[in-house]
């Protein structure tokens, strides 16, 4: 990790097993609990090395995550004095359901990576449920290629500003286009049109709804951080 605020470095340890590390970055302030400001200000360059006896594990795409996680924790622990636990309670959320006139959902062209990126470069997959996600042809605009609808929801958590849990009931995989910005001509004094919110694109183009609910929500509370002792 280079220039890197040590939260980013916490948020890889600490991830929950049911978690995603999309969701973390996009709702850092409420998924994560008791960190001080140097915690995400203060920046620092971490360059680790694999031991020879886990060299044969690391390169096995199955434990490297795993692995990872394992050496981030204790790495946390022995140099900040990091002590963490988790707590679940019923938080705000918007669940997404189908609107009233039915979803207005393209199914994939292909759900294989490969196929997907020879047509699309610039996508890159979305952790989680699967799918990857690449730059619109306007700007601010996003588009998913062969997504489930939780990969949907985990995308909309950022501009929603709360977790987004699927309720749709929908089980295909789906190329979905979201303009979430269309900003139109400056105002006579100046000021821009922001572009509809997050819940006038997903009922206009998506033939969804976002709806504000409560739901189990998991929280990493940090105990004890101390700043990273001298090399």
Request: glycine residues 10%.
């Amino acid at each position: 990790m280079t220039n890197c605020p040590l939260i980013m470095a916490l948020i890889a340890a600490y991830v929950p097993a049911n978690g995603n590390e999309l969701e973390f970055f996009a709702l850092m302030n409420s998924r994560i609990m008791g960190a001080p400001d140097w915690l995400m200000s203060d920046r620092y360059d971490i360059d680790a090395r694999i031991g020879e006896s886990d060299r044969a594990a690391w390169q096995q795409p199955a434990t490297r995550k795993a692995m990872l996680r394992t050496m981030l924790q204790t790495l946390l622990a022995e140099r900040c004095r990091l002590a963490v636990h988790r707590e679940t309670k019923d938080k705000p959320v918007f669940t997404l359901v189908v609107g009233k006139d039915g979803p207005k959902l393209k199914a994939a062209e292909s759900t294989v990576q490969a196929a997907i990126l020879a047509k699309h470069p610039r996508a890159v997959p979305v952790p989680g449920d699967g799918g990857l996600i690449g730059p619109g042809q306007t700007p601010g605009s996003v588009e998913l290629y062969g997504v489930p609808m939780g990969t949907l929801a985990l995308v909309l958590t950022q501009p929603a500003g709360l977790p987004v849990v699927d309720k749709t009931g929908l089980t295909g995989k789906y190329d979905v286009k979201l303009e979430m910005i269309e900003q139109g001509p400056p105002a006579a004094d100046g000021t821009l049109d922001p572009g509809p919110s997050v819940f006038t694109v997903v009922q206009g183009q998506l033939g969804l709804k976002l709806e504000p609910a409560k739901d189990k929500v998991e929280t990493l509370v940090i105990d004890h951080v101390e700043r990273p002792s001298e090399n």
